[in-house]
């Protein structure tokens, strides 16, 4: 699609558009597949749609919840298989990352101690290799939860102010948010969850305050570019209000 097609589509401001990636293990065993053939498939698909989402769209971040703190509940071999994927998707991307100037963030709860040394070591790498990039941010949800970031970020605020870098006063809503895992993204545009299901998963919750929803019956494997022109569209006939009135 080329830039003027692109800027008929999506005819509102977009800094910050955030994907819920569900449907994975749904559309594997759709195609009698396993579950990690699906996971497989859906990490494969990411970056078919956030280069869409940076290059054709301009949109400045991409936020893609890809492992939560509750996904710790799942089979173990599910865990190390993702982990993997993972792993291995920033090796192959880093360099290409840093050619068209994206920034990789990576926000979660990264001090857990059951995540693997050879994941954090790829994720350092990959943050520290693009620090310097400043055209667009993908930012990863990795060992996240909507809750524990804000819990976290009011751990850090109580521990500034007892260490008298900050006042109680000093505190609000702007300023909390210079907490948060990813702070200098601040909020959420667009949130699009793919496979039907229609809820937020933890996902973040502080960020998404006057962020737009828009839930997407297929597949992550599945969810295309054409799928996410259409999502785009309908976030641009929105009339996204912020509490006051417009054109009424």
């Known amino acids: 699609m080329k830039k003027n097609d692109a800027k008929e589509v999506l005819t509102k401001p977009l800094r910050h558009i955030a994907f819920i990636m569900d449907g994975n293990g749904r559309w594997a065993k759709k195609r009698l597949l396993p579950r990690s053939a699906g996971h497989k498939a859906g990490v494969k698909n990411i970056r078919n749609i956030v280069d869409e989402c940076f ?108 260490e008298g870098k900050i006042g109680v006063d000093d505190i609000n809503e702007s300023s909390f948010g210079d907490y948060l895992y990813s702070s200098e993204l601040k909020d959420v545009d667009l949130l699009v969850r793919t496979s039907g299901e229609e809820r937020l998963s933890n996902c973040v919750l502080y960020e998404i305050a006057y962020g737009e929803f828009i839930f997407n019956d297929e ?30």
């Open 219 to 248: 597949y992550w494997p599945s969810y295309s570019k054409e799928d996410l022109k259409n999502d785009l569209i309908k976030y641009s006939s929105r009339n996204r209000r912020f509490g006051g009135l417009k054109n009424e």
């Open 55 to 162: 290059f054709t769209y301009d949109i400045f971040a991409c936020s893609l919840y890809v492992f939560s703190t509750e996904n710790w509940n799942r089979p173990e071999k599910e865990i190390s298989y993702l982990f993997n994927l993972l792993k291995v998707f920033f090796e192959d991307n880093i360099e290409d990352f840093v050619k068209k100037d994206v920034k990789i963030l990576v926000s979660g709860d990264l001090e857990d101690s059951r995540i693997p040394k050879e994941v954090l070591d790829i994720i350092n790498e990959a943050k520290a290799r693009t620090s310097l990039c400043k055209s667009h941010i993908f930012n990863v949800l990795f060992n996240y939860g909507g809750r524990r970031e804000i819990v976290t970020a009011t751990k850090r605020i109580v521990k500034d102010i007892e």
